[in-house]
């Protein structure tokens, strides 16, 4: 049986959840997200616990198992505490900048970089070389985060570019550092 699947779901008590017509609904201070279930997978909210059942022991629910509980509870810690990213801008004139909604980014290209985030995604700019982004969806953050290290990736030489807080750029050495 999957270890991940069969770990029950402990939910607060300002969570709600709901299922109709095999969507997962889970409301919570933050906000509110829904998910399609697989009709293989059975969801049951038992007291203050969510149980995720399978049907059989075939390799496909097998699989499912595990990645609708992990959803589930990800969908959970998303309502009540949130996601957040962190990015680190490294390099001379490379800055962000919070415009309103819109976040300017000026990473040494030609032209500013105009960066609206989706619905349900607050990004902060707390100094001028950090970004961090935050929401309740942690696909959506994790996305949002990955389309703006994607403006200006950090090279491997200097190190400049955009990168994650906890992210460590393996330097490679110079053609000059052989001799």
């Excluded at 201070?29 to 909210?45: A, C, D, R, T, W």
């Excluded at 007291?47 to 699989?63: F, G, L, Q, S, Y």
């Excluded at 403006?151 to 053609?175: D, H, L, M, T, W």
Aim: glycine share 10%; proline share 6%; hydrophobic share 35%.
């Amino acid at each position: 049986m999957s270890r991940i699947g069969k770990k029950p779901i402990k939910i607060n008590k300002d969570v709600k959840i709901t299922k109709a017509n095999g969507v997962l609904m889970v409301n919570g201070k933050l906000g509110q997200l829904q998910m399609k279930v697989h009709p293989n997978i059975s969801v049951e909210v038992q007291n203050d616990e969510i149980i995720v059942t399978r049907p059989n022991d075939t390799k496909e629910n097998r699989a499912l198992h595990g990645l609708m509980r992990a959803l589930i509870a990800n969908m959970v810690q998303g309502v009540t505490e949130g996601y957040t990213k962190s990015l680190d801008i490294i390099g001379v004139g490379y800055k962000a900048e919070a415009k309103g909604d819109a976040v300017l980014f000026n990473l040494g290209y030609s032209h500013p970089i105009y960066f609206i985030p989706p619905d349900g995604i607050k990004i902060e700019v707390p100094a001028p070389t950090q970004v961090k982004v935050s929401g309740s969806d942690k696909e959506l953050v994790g996305m949002v985060a990955a389309k703006i290290r994607s403006f200006k990736k950090p090279e491997p030489y200097k190190g400049k570019g955009v990168k994650y807080s906890n992210e460590v750029i393996i330097r490679k050495a110079g053609k000059t550092a052989g001799k």
